[in-house]
């Protein structure tokens, strides 16, 4: 599995508990594929070093995201801090140095809520360890929830569309419902839907949307041409 990650050439991998069955010296066979590992509230039980990073940056046209990941569970040979305490960590580093934030966590969709209550500052989360199908985002604050389903069946895309800085954020789904029901209001309610889209029309916006992958094998040719195409459209490619 560790190996299959490693050919997506991915940004980021913040592994799950079930990931690390065999405990964190699984942390260094996937260190040793090349996977960048990242994972903001684990640490070496005895006070070590973990060969996994706190936080990441990356530049993506143009803009630079913060990235950060969260571990649910227990991990042998490893501590596992409360997420609380290790996002507002690394967002302190974090500070002035990106413009977006992302966290990829593993907590579950409630877990999820209850951080975004708690801490301010992360534009998304992008979860798993729920068995929901989530089909619209879930908005804490300024953060916005997301979760991609469940065992790889379904393709998660979150296209943004960024003003500079991107500060707030809009869903296109969203306006797109007032915008419909704008469209049929009677007087009395079109003002307060008048007023809301306005509020929401110079900020940065985001699609989010689920795609089925095909049941088929993961090594047919046929199938990863499928996967391109759609990731390719769905980008505006």
Not at 138 to 165: A, I, M
């Amino acid at each position: 599995m560790l190996a299959a990650h490693a050919r997506l050439r991915l940004d980021a991998w913040a592994p799950s508990a079930s990931d690390l069955r065999q405990g964190a010296a699984a942390l260094e066979v996937a260190r040793a594929l090349g996977l960048p590992l990242l994972a903001s509230n684990l640490a070496a039980a005895d006070g070590g070093e973990l060969p996994v990073a706190r936080h990441l940056v990356r530049e993506v046209g143009g803009v630079r995201v913060g990235l950060l990941g969260l571990v649910g569970g227990q991990v042998q040979g490893a501590r596992v801090e409360a997420p609380a305490e290790a996002v507002r960590r690394e967002l302190a580093a974090l500070r002035g140095r990106v413009e977006l934030v992302v966290c990829l966590s593993n907590l579950g969709i409630e877990a999820d809520a209850a951080l975004a209550a708690e801490v301010e500052g992360i534009h998304f989360i992008l979860g798993a360890g729920d068995d929901r199908m989530i089909l619209r985002p879930r908005r804490v604050g300024d953060t916005y929830l997301l979760q991609p389903y469940k065992k790889g069946e379904y393709l998660g895309l979150l296209r943004l569309d960024l003003r500079t800085p991107p500060g707030r954020f809009a869903d296109e789904l969203e306006l797109d419902d007032l915008g419909r029901k704008l469209s049929v209001a009677p007087p009395a309610e079109a003002a307060g839907l008048r007023a809301r889209l306005e509020e929401l029309g110079g900020r940065s916006r985001f699609r989010a949307v689920l795609r089925p992958l095909p049941e088929d094998e993961p090594e047919d040719p046929e199938l990863r041409d499928a996967v391109a195409r759609q990731l390719a459209q769905e980008a505006g490619l």
